[in-house]
């Protein structure tokens, strides 16, 4: 049985972990820090990390990034994508009136992850403005929370599989700003990994670092990939950390690296004096074509 590290239970990262293997029996071990999460399976306690590294809202989780740039060396195994679904979590019956309605003005104080509490502001705003707003290190420790706190009108941001892990109640679902809110996960690991869902493509993630006495560098780089007609889906400039002005740039590829114009395309750039290195080659999985297959 494969064994998976991950942030605590009930966070949209246990949600997204669960709705990948589907049925497939695996053993999970919550973590409270990423760093933790990344360093489970990099010391060999657990088989594979399920990482965030981007989202629709906030964009790319650098920290994230940086560690599978500088801190551990784990190649991605897989690619999919999740809603970033959050709700309005409280004791139950905790916030309606005596006829069984909502009713928000006894909310003191709201709880949640940082980044989640920035993605349900316009309902705050609208329905609590007076709360008083408090970060935690997860969805799912507001949650906890909460639920150790009853009747003092604290209420949590967070998922529903939080809400049921600790017995709570979800008094408004889907209160974040955007519905289009989806997350970016990378299942990283040692070892290849064979799913049983259909995968939407393949996907192979490099890091590129310039020479530094080579203007015009980059141009060439991404020429190398233009001539061939090869896709990218994504190019961003993260710090080498060890000079002031130096970049590595990470680059997805929209093709597997068995293909015959993708080594071809990384030998030109290495042939220019760039440094490449392979962070993963991966199958990638889109949440709206499963959904269609379920369906």
């Known amino acids: 049985m494969k064994s998976i ?13 669960l709705h990948l293997f589907g049925g497939e029996p695996v053993s999970i071990v919550h973590h409270k820090l990423i760093s933790d999460v990344f360093l489970s399976t990099a010391g060999g306690t657990t088989d594979y990390s399920v990482i965030p590294i981007e989202n629709t809202i906030d964009g790319s989780v650098s920290l994230h990034i940086d560690w599978l740039i500088n801190e551990v060396n ?6 999919w994508i999740f809603p970033s679904i959050q709700n309005l979590i409280g004791h139950p019956g905790e916030f309606k009136n005596s006829s069984g309605e909502k009713d928000y003005s006894g909310i003191r ?18 329905h609590v403005p007076w709360a008083e707003l408090e970060s935690v290190g997860s969805t799912s ?6 639920k150790n706190n009853p009747g003092r009108g604290w209420a949590a941001i967070g998922t529903a599989l939080g809400a049921a892990t600790h017995g709570l109640e ?22 290849k990994l064979s799913l049983p869902k259909k995968s ?7 890091l590129v670092t310039l020479p530094e006495d080579f203007p015009g560098a980059l141009h060439q780089v991404l020429a190398a990939f233009a001539w061939r007609r090869l896709n990218l889906s994504r190019i961003e400039s993260r710090p080498t950390k060890k000079k002031l002005g130096t970049y590595y740039f990470y680059i997805d590829v929209l093709e ?20 490449v290195r392979i962070l993963g080659s991966y199958p990638t999985y889109t949440y709206e074509e499963e959904k269609a297959e379920v369906q």
């Open 5 to 17: 590290a991950v942030l605590p239970q009930g966070t949209v990262s246990h949600e997204a972990l």
């Open 74 to 79: 784990l190649p991605m195994q897989a690619e």
């Open 141 to 146: 420790e507001a949650v906890e929370i909460v």
């Open 256 to 275: 597997p690296i068995e293909s015959v114009l993708l080594p071809a395309a990384i030998e030109e750039i290495k042939a220019l004096g760039c440094q």
């Open 170 to 191: 979800i008094v408004e679902r889907k209160i974040t700003d955007h519905h289009n809110n989806y997350t970016r996960f990378v299942l990283v690991g040692p070892q």
């Open 109 to 126: 104080k709201i709880l949640s992850h940082p980044v989640a509490m920035a993605q349900c502001l316009q309902f705050i705003r609208a």
């Open 200 to 206: 939407s493509g393949d996907k192979t993630s490099i």
